[in-house]
């Protein structure tokens, strides 16, 4: 009932930019956080952003001063504006929320498809 769909990947240069998107639909009562993770190939998942539904932030220090996380909420996105893109940071990114679909349920966590972004010259 709810979806989430990314968009934005693609290939890109050492110290190039990408802008990812992620858009939030279907039965939606409330949105407590949005995050964006990835994973390397031989590597677990990890958090790299993540944004409350008050604005507060967090990042992996790997990104810290990179990378900025961003939602229109009025739209249920959630951004990721990459910039000064490192050859490691080639990863399948995976956007994440926390959604309530109605007001008396607890949230549950959803995950989009994933969207790869490779940083290679």
């Known amino acids: 009932q709810v979806q989430l769909v990314e968009s934005g990947g693609g290939l890109v240069q050492p110290g190039g930019s990408l802008r990812l998107s992620c858009a939030a639909s279907g039965s939606i009562f409330s949105i407590y956080a949005m995050a964006w993770y990835r994973q390397a190939p031989g590597k677990q998942r990890e958090l790299v952003a993540r944004?409350?539904?008050?604005?507060?932030?967090n990042y992996a220090s790997s990104v810290k001063g990179r990378f900025t996380i961003s939602t229109d909420n009025t739209k249920n996105t959630v951004y990721l504006q990459m910039n000064s893109l490192k050859p490691e940071d080639t990863a399948v990114y995976y956007c994440?929320?926390?959604?309530?679909?109605?007001?008396?349920?607890?949230?549950?966590?959803?995950w989009g498809q994933g969207t790869q972004v490779t940083v290679s010259s």
């Open positions: 944004i409350t539904s008050r604005g507060i932030t």
């Open positions: 994440n929320a926390g959604i309530k679909i109605t007001i008396a349920t607890a949230p549950d966590d959803y």
